[in-house]
């Protein structure tokens, strides 16, 4: 299974562009199916701490460091364990289906 993440938004603090909240997409595929997560977190800090980014020099590789840190490895691994089920079922779904449509005197059924 791939995972992707992106960075779907930021919101910050217009007078001081500390950002204080992110929204995040998880994006999985496995074989022909995919599924996404989609969440958010808050940060709290201030300018004034030690290794602050100005918005302007912000990178979704650095605010995707952040979400990855808030959220916690453990809470990842459970994201893709349980996507994984989930693309899994589908793709038997697909490869197994309980019904067929079609008529038997068309050529693709």
Known sequence: MNTNWQIAQLKRIPTTGL????????NFTLESVS????GSITLSGNTGDPGFVPYDEL?????LGWVQSELG???ISDV????QTRLQEKLNQINNPQFLTGKPWEQNN
């Open 73 to 75: 490895q453990q809470y």
């Open 59 to 63: 990178t979704e590789q650095i605010v």
């Open 19 to 26: 950002v204080i909240e992110v929204t995040y997409i998880m």
């Open 35 to 38: 599924d996404r997560k989609v």
């Open 80 to 83: 893709q364990s349980e996507m």
